[in-house]
């Protein structure tokens, strides 16, 4: 089992859709959480960080930590075509030493 | 701010020979990182320096793969001899060390493709 699955996808939405995103995670010591965007020929970047379980509001974006469950997950809210990326979920304990999730492409259509 | 720089872009080579990719991080970030990114996996840790020090080679497989960093400054990594499973992109990525909430930033990558 890999440490962190993410939802494959590919994901395919129309412009003003909300885009949901999930990742779930084996290791209980996982504490600070990220979502990485990541353009065509680009390298990832960061889009949100969170620590606690809960939500965390980024303009449009929306990251969400359930530790009891180990899953989190990116809600994405009137997407635009520049939202068209792959998204990766990263998880560390406190060094990181970052576990990604393989990624999910999404293609938002205008 | 200047971003991660990596060169070459893109790099074509046929199995057994060698190759190397070279980076130079943010100026002033002690942390450098090589992650490789085959397609369709997130990127995965190869190495990590502080400074001109290694922290963490774990998942190097060093039978082939070498890396450097010289001064604390640019790094190299190295392949030889190549395998068919090499393919990938090699992301630099670093951080400053003045806490757990610095950004790490990435570089755009060599895409390497063996032969």
């Known amino acids: 089992q890999k440490e962190v699955e993410q939802d494959p996808g590919p994901l395919s939405v129309p412009e003003g859709a909300i885009v949901s995103l999930n990742c779930t995670y084996s290791n209980s010591a996982f504490q600070y959480f990220m979502w990485y965007r990541q353009y065509s020929r680009k390298g990832p970047e960061l889009l949100m960080y969170?620590?606690?379980?809960g939500n965390k509001e980024d303009g449009r974006f929306t990251a969400q930590v359930d530790k009891s469950s180990k899953y989190i997950s990116l809600f994405i809210r009137d997407s635009q075509p520049s939202d068209s990326a792959t998204y990766l979920c990263?998880?560390?304990?406190?060094?990181?030493?970052?576990?990604f999730g393989a990624g999910t492409t999404v293609t938002v259509r205008a | 701010e200047a971003g991660v720089a990596q060169s070459p872009r893109y790099k074509i080579i046929e199995k057994r020979q060698s190759v190397a990719f070279w980076c130079n991080p943010i100026?002033?970030?002690?942390?450098l990182y090589w992650y490789q990114q085959i397609l369709g996996q997130g990127p995965k840790l190869l190495i990590q320096f502080q400074n001109n020090g290694v922290v963490d080679d774990s998942q190097l497989p060093k039978d082939r793969f070498s890396a450097e960093r010289l001064k604390g400054v640019d790094s190299t990594l190295k392949i030889q001899p190549a395998k068919l499973e090499d393919s990938a992109v090699y992301l630099c990525a670093s951080r400053s060390d003045r806490g757990f909430n610095e950004k790490l930033f990435f570089g755009s990558g060599t895409q390497l493709s063996v032969l």
């Open positions: 100026s002033g970030h002690a942390t």
């Open positions: 969170t620590y606690s379980s």
């Open positions: 990263a998880m560390t304990q406190n060094d990181y030493k970052l576990s």
